[in-house]
């Protein structure tokens, strides 16, 4: 049976890994906080000294760390997984990394005989705890394939977008979707209550009409009900639009919606809600609008 | 039975007007160009010389005009609808109007003891022939309660918003959240294609996730398939853009969204696409970013 590795249990990673033993299978698992691993341990899981000892065991390792860095450090730091990788191995990476990096770090695996299969995830812990997560993948068909069983473990709506890469641009796409659609309802409904119109009726309005989106749904509820526990945390929204826009500069091409949803979400976290969700967006708007006083 | 009236059979309105006759209702109807009404007479209409004329005979005067100049034209022109209003009649506006117009003839047409309801649409052409769209409504709850089963002959997601002008307020937020969705989407889609990657596999894994929404499903494909037959002209989304920015500087708040997406929809309006549906969008990017060369 195919031996399984994960690296990274932060607020993702922990109960997708937790969903895979479930599933029945025996993971190997690192954590830079080794108490992490405990439910995973409790579960059946064994726990690896390094990265690279989680590689030394496993044929398909995921991992799911925070930012292209920390990416850095678990692949080819020292002690890192590329220390132990065997030939055939396949490294998933299910954090949200730079597509440039992406493939960059692909061609370095390569050399040793590994594939790079880049998978990024939209839904959030809840997504993550229920198994429903979307799942962005990039890389070699018949690599898809061996990991889609695990991937279904995880997730629903798992879509091969295509080469090595294109999952992480997909994900891009998707962070400049949503971070327009969220500064767009932040903006109607805060013009709503500057008119003196209930907002939330405005909200059941558009709901039902061509304005209707999930961010409107969820987020425009969440802003009504002032309720920023994350959810998906505006300095994570942040970093991922810092990676839109690097890749941005490197295509030599404008991005407007982006750059501008970006420029408000370095207010959020500038005043101090980087840890709320990032529908806090809004505040900045009430906050250059006077509401807040 | 309540005698009604309906002025302006453009694209939205005969569809509309024809709905109520469908539903069993007598009406009788102006247009600048009679030949218009000719499918309601058809149907059962009458036909009036003028909006006066239709205000003579109605208890009810539906109006569905293209902008707030040919609004005050038929309401307070010569042979406009004020000149013939009973006391108690409801005009009701399904047109796109600013709040503050609305505001300011709603107490003129108060003065001749007529109340005038605001109730403009969402969803389009298609809509207005299905008699399934949303309507916004804003006025006095007993005035609401007497158009309300008129409103149901066409259409479905029909919410009182609160007082006059209320319903326009929400169309506002309607297109600024739109207007925002559409740049967001138009962006991915177009930041996929410069990375190489299937925009169309891009759309579908962003659909299961919180970048889900109308706009992205039927105005992404509309990018897709380069399909800009309106729908809803981009020219209609400025002058509606153009409403709200105006409204924004009334009451001196920013919208940077909105504002960025109508300096867009200027663009695109300026190469000579106005007439195309607004998801036309996505063209200005690619002309900035040099994918129409």
Known sequence: MTSIGFIGLGTMGLPMALNLCKAGYTLTVFARDFARAEPLIRAGAHAAMSPGGVAEVADIIFINVSDDAALEAVLFGSGGAAEGLGQDAIVVDMGTTSPATTRDYSVRLARQGAVLVDAP????????????????????????????????????????????????????????????????????????????????????????????????????????????????????????????????????IALPGAALAAQLMNALVGIGDGDKDSSALIEVLERFNGMDQ
């Open 121 to 252: 995830v939209s839904g959030g812990e809840a997504g993550a705890k229920a198994g429903t997560l979307s799942i962005m993948a990039g890389g070699p068909e018949p690599a898809f394939r061996r990991v889609l069983p695990l991937f279904q473990c995880m997730g629903q709506n798992i879509v091969h977008v295509g080469e090595t890469g294109a999952g992480q641009v997909a994900k891009a796409c998707n962070q400049i979707a949503v971070s327009a659609t969220l500064l767009g309802v932040a903006e109607a409904l805060d013009f709503a209550a500057r008119q003196g119109v209930d907002a939330g009726k405005v909200r059941q309005a558009l709901l039902g009409g061509s304005a209707y989106s999930r961010i409107l749904e969820f987020h425009g509820q969440r802003m009504l009900d002032r309720n920023f526990v994350p959810g998906f945390k505006a300095r994570l929204h942040q970093k991922d639009l810092g990676i839109v826009l690097g890749e941005a500069y490197r295509l030599g």
